[in-house]
């Protein structure tokens, strides 16, 4: 039999094993990673199955100051949980399939989906591309952030807009959101999935965002016209996901769906990410319509008979093309202050996106037809 001091020399790939000798054998239930101190010998200790009655200096981890044992059964805090699961999901799909991309809006949660991105496959460069699927109406903020990001981190970036909705003039004033959104959002995404035959795209979509993206999995499968039936989606037990896709299929790929809105804004102030201006508070120019408003960001906003923009301190939940996105009063102009804010608020960041409000499950509708 091995004597005490021959367990605590064992080379480091035989620490869990210690670890499950003390543990699970001998039933010490002391938090501490050593046992307390008393005159038993080792070898009497030993003998006796008991390693509780015997004190010695905790065995060193090498990339640890604390002792094995404590270290071994450390738990993750709740953020490190939802990023360790989502840095897995981006493995998954690197390696499972062919031709994945990473569809980026220049948002607060595609810069947390770029931050995990670059941390699953560090110290090398993420291993797809970006795409930003261009309206020609968002935020001009937006725009130099996305350019300046790209440059920054040095990824590969895809910008595909709709020309053949350019060249007819689609916009949210002369057409509306439906018709704009459909248009220049959903077909310009499937028009750049057909073209590049990607066959996974990962979305910063969330789960606690709307009731429909409630319903959707991890891994949300398209057929081969991009549409999503929600009555028919593969189980994810024991987050076991499925990828098998046929030819001209894809797969929709959501590693942020288990976060919520507070978890991104606080994962965002301890990781230390930047995203755009526009989501801390700052006198805006603004137009109230329909008790929403409307930040002018350009000179192709017309202006109702009467109407002047009004300089008011706003800022944004969540961002899009700025005639159909929300500003909300606010004076949160710090990270903690927007934390602050998100602790008493009682209503979804996309109460604030007019794309929702078309119609009854009108997000379900135009997920149905191919919108992320």
């Not at 008790?291 to 192709?300: A, F, K, S």
């Not at 996309?350 to 929702?356: F, H, K, P, S, Y």
């Given at each position: 039999m091995r004597s005490h001091n021959n367990i605590r020399k064992l080379p480091p790939k035989h620490l869990f094993l210690c670890d499950r000798i003390k543990t699970s054998r001998f039933r010490v239930q002391s938090k501490d990673?050593?046992?307390?101190?008393?005159?038993?010998?080792?070898?009497?200790a030993l003998q006796s199955n008991n390693f509780s009655t015997h004190r010695k200096k905790p065995i060193k981890h090498k990339y640890s100051s604390q002792g094995c044992y404590k270290t071994m059964t450390s738990k993750l805090t709740h953020l490190k949980q939802l990023e360790a699961e989502s840095i897995h999901i981006f493995r998954e799909v690197a390696a499972e399939f062919q031709n994945p991309v990473m569809l980026y809006s220049v948002g607060k949660d595609s810069s947390v989906l770029l931050h995990l991105a670059r941390k699953a496959f560090a110290p090398g460069k993420i291993p797809f591309p970006l795409m930003h699927v261009d309206t020609t109406w968002k935020f001009r903020e937006m725009i130099e952030f996305r350019d300046r990001m790209a440059k920054q981190h040095g990824f590969e970036l895809i910008t595909h807009s709709n020309e053949e909705g350019i060249k007819q003039g689609i916009g949210p004033f002369t057409h509306g959101s439906?018709?704009?959104?459909d248009v220049m959002k959903t077909q310009a995404l499937k028009q750049a999935l057909d073209k590049y035959q990607f066959d996974a795209a990962f979305g910063g979509a969330r789960r606690d965002e709307e009731k429909s993206r409630a319903k959707e999995r991890v891994y949300s499968f398209r057929d081969k016209k991009h549409r999503w039936d929600p009555k028919n989606q593969r189980p994810e037990l024991w987050n076991i996901y499925n990828g098998k896709v046929h030819?001209?299929?894809?797969?929709?790929?959501f590693p942020l769906s288990n976060w919520t809105e507070l978890d991104i804004w606080q994962y965002i102030y301890l990781e230390n990410i930047e995203i755009p201006e526009l989501y801390f508070a700052k006198e805006r120019p603004v137009v109230e319509r329909d008790?929403?408003?409307?930040?002018?960001?350009?000179?192709?906003m017309p202006l109702e008979p009467g109407e002047q923009p009004q300089q008011k301190l706003v800022r944004f939940r969540t961002l899009g093309c700025y005639p159909l996105t929300g500003a909300i009063e606010s004076s949160a102009a710090t990270l903690p202050e927007i934390i602050q804010e998100m602790l008493l608020t009682t209503t979804s960041e996309?109460?604030?996106?007019?794309?929702?409000h078309d119609s009854a499950g009108s997000m379900e509708k135009k997920k149905m037809e191919g919108y992320f």
């Open positions: 990673c050593t046992p307390p101190l008393t005159s038993t010998s080792p070898e009497t439906s018709v704009h959104t030819k001209g299929e894809s797969i929709r790929v008790g929403t408003l409307i930040m002018v960001d350009d000179d192709r996309r109460q604030g996106r007019m794309i929702d």
